[in-house]
């Protein structure tokens, strides 16, 4: 592809890049969410072309080497925040259950207990789907699901997820506790079968096992506080919240 044609393809979704964070600065410390768009105070969105010494980004390499990296920051500086450089040297994995012939035969499923330190919590519970008809690795779609694996498809063998969800009783969520009842429930998202059938492979893990989105907010649970510094007790005002706790934990 030729770079000025690229152009073409990446700007409308550069622009709404740069409206992001934008946005995010006009409104630093907001009383109260707003969302009526006439209260939106007049902004100046960046151009994801100048880079931040005013150059314009003329080329490819241009924009791997300077730009890319300016416009990620800014990203986590006003949106995201940053994430903690400290590696975890003790994640292990644990295949808890593993059948070749599941959903009648076309899929291998599997259970995978991802530890993130030496002891049993915080673990990251992941279900995957691999299609035994493929001839080499299968590309696969990758998701958080809401209320656990369990939701995904009404396979009867899928571990149903013991950890804290909000409260949803028509679903099936009890007193914050997943039930029988949630199995399949979310089923029409995430369509197995036409997955496997398409020869993608399929991975899921429930969000709540890496942040729970409890009422707490505090970051006391999940996997922030394996980050922390001696004597911290939250992030700083910098660093990840949630949403960046849930990416780094797909990352795993």
């Known amino acids: 592809m030729q770079w000025s044609s690229g152009i ?13 964070v ?12 707003n969302y009526d768009e006439s209260n939106v105070p007049s902004y100046t969105l960046p151009n994801p072309l100048i880079d931040a010494h005013g ?18 920051r800014l990203f ?8 903690p450089i400290r590696k975890l040297d003790t ?13 009648g035969g076309k899929t291998t499923r599997q259970q995978v207990s991802i530890f993130l330190t030496d002891g049993q919590q915080p673990r990251l519970d992941v279900l995957v789907y691999v299609p035994n008809r493929a001839e080499g690795p299968s590309p696969c779609f990758l998701g958080l699901n809401f209320y656990g694996n369990q939701t995904i498809h ?8 013991a ?10 969520i009890e007193n914050h506790r997943a039930t029988e009842k949630t199995r399949g429930a979310y089923s029409e998202r995430w369509q197995v079968e036409k997955v496997i059938d398409a020869g993608f492979a399929l991975a899921t893990l429930y969000y709540g096992d890496i942040d729970p989105d409890n009422y707490q907010n505090d970051f006391s649970d999940g996997i922030h506080p394996l980050f922390y510094r001696p004597g911290q007790t ?3 005002p910098d660093e990840w919240g949630s949403i960046g706790a849930w990416a780094w934990g797909l990352s795993r």
């Open 234 to 236: 939250k992030p700083d």
């Open 55 to 72: 150059q314009p980004v003329a080329h490819a390499d241009q924009w791997n080497q300077t730009r890319r990296s300016q416009i990620l």
């Open 154 to 161: 009404d396979d009867p063998e899928i571990n149903i997820n």
């Open 8 to 20: 073409k393809v990446l700007l409308p979704l550069l622009w709404v890049l740069s409206c992001a």
């Open 76 to 83: 986590e500086e006003n949106v995201y925040g940053r994430t």
């Open 163 to 172: 950890n804290w969800m909000r409260s949803n009783e028509p679903l099936g």
């Open 91 to 103: 994640i292990r994995h644990h295949l808890v259950e593993s059948e070749p012939l599941a959903l």
């Open 22 to 33: 934008s946005i995010h600065d006009c409104f630093a410390q907001p009383a109260d969410v």
